[in-house]
């Protein structure tokens, strides 16, 4: 039976690049794929990993209806043996409806990927909407670190290095960006200090960190 099925994880753990290797094992078996996608790194209508994998994709408007371009491609001769949609997140509650019934209506598969929460530890309303309706959740099994070393769990944005936990859901970044907006991922606990890998070298090298001669000491 088909399926919608959400691969959930946080930044930088391989969800595009899984998403890129199910499209390259089914296309070479001679499957036809339809690609959704929205605010992706490399541009619009672009699906790319970090590890510079890229592929042509559909990007998705505000407003689109992801079921009726299906229907629409396939009444004019076109061909969708299943359908992969990646930054889902960003989709709209709407949309991921419209996924869920080009399951259960075209009997097709849909492999959506995405992060399950914002910077603020916020669900994302896409994100949401797929967990509640998906058939399957599967969170991926390549662990994210934090920069303590401990899984990271969370997503942090930054502004010129210091993480901010204000301000619009979506802005378009990167991570580990060394100016302007960036993202990291952090661990829980760090991501409650609100203290990531450029405050805490910071912190290390700080003077009221520094070890405190003794008296008497001579340098």
């Given at each position: 039976m088909p399926e919608l099925v959400f691969f959930s994880g946080t930044m930088d753990c391989g969800k595009s690049?899984?998403?890129?290797?199910?499209?390259?094992?089914?296309?070479a078996r001679g499957l036809t794929g339809i690609i959704f996608t929205r605010d992706d790194r490399a541009g619009e209508g672009?699906?790319?990993?970090?590890?510079?994998?890229?592929?042509?994709?559909?990007?998705?408007?505000?407003?689109?209806?992801?079921?009726?371009?299906?229907?629409?491609h396939l009444s004019q001769g076109g061909r969708a043996d299943y359908v992969i949609a990646d930054e889902a997140q960003f989709l709209t509650p709407e949309q991921i409806d419209q996924l869920a019934r080009v399951v259960d209506d075209l009997d097709l598969d849909v492999y959506a990927f995405g992060i399950t929460t914002d910077f603020?530890?916020?669900?994302?309303?896409g994100s949401q909407r797929l967990v509640e309706l998906a058939d399957?959740?599967?969170?991926l099994q390549v662990e994210a670190l934090c920069w303590c070393g401990a899984r990271a769990t969370h997503n942090a944005r930054t502004v010129n290095g210091e993480m901010v936990v204000e301000g619009a859901q979506v802005v378009v970044g990167d991570v580990n960006q060394a100016?302007?907006?960036?993202y990291e991922v952090l661990c829980r606990r760090h991501h409650r200090r609100r203290m990531t890998a450029g405050t805490a070298r910071a912190a290390a090298l700080s003077p009221d960190v520094l070890p405190v001669p003794s008296a008497g000491a001579r340098f």
């Open positions: 690049t899984l998403a890129l290797q199910i499209e390259h094992n089914r296309s672009k699906l790319s990993s970090r590890l510079g994998l890229v592929t042509d994709a559909v990007e998705v408007e505000d407003g689109q209806d992801l079921y009726a371009y299906l229907v629409d603020r530890s916020k669900l994302f309303p399957r959740v599967e969170v100016d302007d907006i960036g």
